[in-house]
């Protein structure tokens, strides 16, 4: 795609949209970075045109001979460490009473803390 600064795209609008409609997409750049493009309506039209469904996506996918593992893995990835019966602040231990894994107890001790 052909790159315009937002200086000349406003100087030469009437070229821009032209070339846009005859040549193809044109991006206009601000601060040298892109920021917008012009395009034809007939490209709009044909690209929405183009609406498929998710499966025939998937199907038309360039990774869709690809063997996936789906299988999960029973590994926790991490070691639980019950830390806390060390609090001394009894006043920041609490129950949480009605949960649904039953009632279990906590202590909101820092990292610093442990």
Same mark, same amino acid.
């Given at each position: 795609?052909?790159? =315009?600064?937002?200086?000349?795209?406003?100087?030469?609008?009437?070229?821009?949209?032209?070339?846009?409609?005859?040549?193809?997409?044109?991006?206009?750049?601000?601060?040298?970075?892109?920021?917008?493009?012009?395009?034809?309506?007939?490209?709009?039209?044909?690209?929405?045109?183009?609406? %498929?469904?998710?499966?025939?996506?998937?199907?038309?996918?360039?990774?869709?001979?690809?063997?996936?593992?789906?299988?999960?893995?029973?590994?926790?990835?991490?070691?639980?460490?019950?830390? =806390?019966? %060390?609090?001394?602040?009894?006043?920041?231990?609490?129950?949480?009473?009605?949960?649904?894994?039953?009632?279990?107890? =906590?202590?909101?001790?820092?990292?610093?803390?442990?």
């Amino acid at each position: 795609m052909t790159r =315009w600064h937002i200086h000349d795209a406003k100087s030469k609008r009437s070229e821009l949209v032209r070339k846009a409609c005859r040549e193809g997409p044109r991006v206009i750049t601000l601060r040298g970075r892109d920021a917008v493009v012009v395009l034809a309506v007939d490209e709009i039209r044909r690209m929405a045109s183009q609406r %498929g469904s998710l499966a025939a996506l998937l199907r038309n996918s360039p990774l869709s001979g690809v063997d996936l593992n789906l299988g999960r893995s029973n590994d926790t990835n991490r070691d639980v460490i019950n830390k =806390w019966s %060390g609090c001394a602040d009894t006043s920041r231990i609490a129950t949480a009473e009605g949960s649904p894994c039953g009632a279990t107890t =906590w202590c909101a001790m820092s990292a610093e803390e442990m």
